[in-house]
């Protein structure tokens, strides 16, 4: 079982950066495959990035490629998604989640991960 709280959301202005935190509390935290999602009013959940258990792999949504970055640091159980040069589209709240995976695959699809956060704001004003 893993629970996963997500922090750092906000207000911001476009141009400006968050970065978001997600800490799960699990046994074996290294074992997880982690992702970020996020969800705008009336739109899908997709994939905004997410890394390997080993940190080794990292994928990225196209619309924010170098502009957000995934990682994480097992000691302290967390994963972190770097988020600059916001734009008023990327306003949404934002998911972590977990996959139990001992390898070296990302994963991109909602379905695939086992375990989710309750989500954090994020609103971008222009």
């Known amino acids: 079982q893993v629970q996963l709280v997500e922090s750092g959301g906000g207000l911001v202005q476009a141009g400006g950066s968050l970065r978001l935190s997600c800490t799960a509390r699990?046994?074996?935290?290294?074992?997880?495959?982690m992702g970020w999602f996020r969800q705008a009013p009336g739109k899908e959940r997709d994939v905004v990035a997410a890394i390997s258990w080993s940190g080794g792999s990292t994928l990225y949504a196209d619309a924010v490629k170098g502009r957000f970055a995934i990682s994480r640091d097992v000691a302290k159980n967390t994963v972190y998604l770097q988020m600059n040069s916001l734009k008023p589209e990327d306003t949404a709240v934002y998911y972590c989640?977990?996959?139990?995976?001992?390898?070296?695959?990302?994963?991109?699809?909602?379905?695939?991960?086992?375990?989710w956060g309750q989500g954090t704001q994020v609103t971008v004003s222009s």
């Open positions: 699990a046994r074996t935290f290294s074992s997880y495959a």
């Open positions: 989640a977990a996959k139990y995976s001992s390898g070296r695959t990302t994963f991109r699809e909602r379905y695939e991960y086992d375990y």
